[in-house]
């Protein structure tokens, strides 16, 4: 039995027609499609120019809304410069549960949130910070970026449709202003990978491309009351992100079958009443979760309640060598035998 708040279910109806969208939804894409182009000419023109500071910064985002794996990876690039030296500052949209993510991820690190990226990445350097890194920062082009990383989400390649049509938010096309393309799957089988390789290739052929692969690695007890379980059997799942649809077929992979499924909007915000009605389904049985949401369930769900959240295995594939030398060439690591 699959649930949700009112504005997951609409996020999920929207989805449900990106395969074959109507009228009404082309119409309100070509809008927005035409004021994100428009955007863009003029700063490729130079009519808008983006502040600059005196630190590298290296910014990774995407083309498409949700799903394409951007915040593990930040972390995981984050923690990649930090064990090479570099005092990293992680800056964020604002969310916060991504802000308390990469907090969790990475606690010795400086990680701040907001909108206006440029007085954040300052206040990082004041911080201390040698290097910034922008979690979703694609589209934000206030910042000046010494590399621009972007993730591609396989799953999702086939449907190229701007917002609301579709979950791109940038025309394909815009990867050829890219450094770097991540191709990250979770599902996806590989041939559909080296596909969207050689298409990535002809467009960006500047950039590297680089393989990568998500996958399900296990349940972590997110509590005490977890911890005290030998055999967890949770019996609610709770998805608050995109693509809710992959999580629970991830939980299926690990032998994880709640009865009930809580498909939530992303960055769902767990007022009382939902957070009552999740626990109430649940009882003392528990629930499993993402990580993402696990850093705000733990907080909101009484202690005695277990609560699992799913662990992610990030593997780098074909182009990871040359992709992460670039990166710490560009935050000021590089050294002579980096390829």
């Known amino acids: 039995m699959t649930r949700g708040s009112g504005r997951g279910i609409v996020e999920r109806r929207v989805r449900s027609a990106w395969g074959d969208p109507g009228p009404v939804l082309r119409a309100l894409a070509a809008?927005?499609?035409?004021?994100?182009?428009?955007?863009?000419?003029?700063?490729?023109a130079g009519v808008f120019r983006p502040a600059r500071v005196p630190v590298p910064v290296i910014s990774l985002g995407g083309l498409s809304t949700g799903g394409s794996g951007k915040t593990p990876l930040t972390a995981a690039l984050a923690r990649h410069l930090a064990d090479a030296g570099a005092a990293v500052a992680v800056l964020t949209p604002g969310q916060e549960d991504e802000l308390r993510l990469?907090?969790?991820?990475?606690?010795?690190?400086?990680?701040?949130?907001?909108?206006?990226?440029?007085?954040?990445a300052r206040r990082a350097i004041a911080l201390g910070a040698d290097v910034v890194l922008l979690d979703s920062g694609f589209q934000h082009r206030r910042l000046h970026r010494d590399l621009e990383i972007v993730t591609c989400n396989v799953d999702q390649a086939g449907n190229r449709e701007r917002?609301?049509?579709?979950?791109?938010?940038?025309?394909?096309?815009?990867l050829a202003r890219t450094d770097a393309v991540i191709l990250m799957r979770r599902v996806a089988a590989a041939g559909e990978m080296r596909k969207l390789a050689e298409q990535v290739g002809a467009l960006a052929p500047r950039a590297t491309v680089v393989e990568a692969v998500l996958r399900p690695a296990g349940l972590c007890a997110g509590?005490?009351?977890?911890?005290?379980?030998?055999?967890?059997?949770?019996?609610?799942?709770?998805?608050g992100v995109m693509?809710?649809?992959?999580?629970?077929?991830?939980?299926?992979?690990?032998?994880?079958?709640?009865?009930?499924?809580?498909?939530?909007?992303?960055?769902?915000?767990?007022?009382?009443?939902?957070?009552?009605?999740?626990?109430?389904?649940a009882g003392r049985?528990?629930?499993?979760?993402?990580?993402?949401?696990?850093?705000?369930?733990v907080a909101s769900v009484r202690a005695e309640i277990p609560i699992w959240w799913l662990e992610e295995d990030l593997a780098w594939g074909a182009g990871a060598g040359r992709f992460l030398a670039g990166v710490r060439r560009a935050a000021g690591l590089g050294t002579a035998g980096d390829p």
Not at 31 to 44: C, F, H, I, P
């Open 223 to 239: 509590n005490a009351a977890a911890e005290r379980v030998a055999q967890p059997r949770p019996a609610v799942a709770v998805a």
């Open 31 to 44: 809008g927005y499609g035409t004021a994100v182009d428009v955007r863009n000419l003029l700063w490729d």
């Open 102 to 120: 990469h907090a969790e991820l990475n606690p010795d690190l400086v990680v701040l949130g907001g909108r206006w990226r440029v007085p954040l």
């Open 163 to 174: 917002l609301p049509a579709g979950p791109y938010r940038e025309r394909f096309e815009a």
């Open 243 to 281: 693509w809710p649809e992959s999580f629970f077929r991830w939980l299926s992979e690990v032998g994880v079958t709640p009865e009930h499924r809580f498909a939530l909007r992303d960055h769902a915000h767990y007022d009382e009443r939902t957070v009552d009605e999740i626990v109430s389904v």
């Open 285 to 297: 049985r528990g629930l499993v979760c993402t990580q993402k949401d696990a850093v705000r369930l």
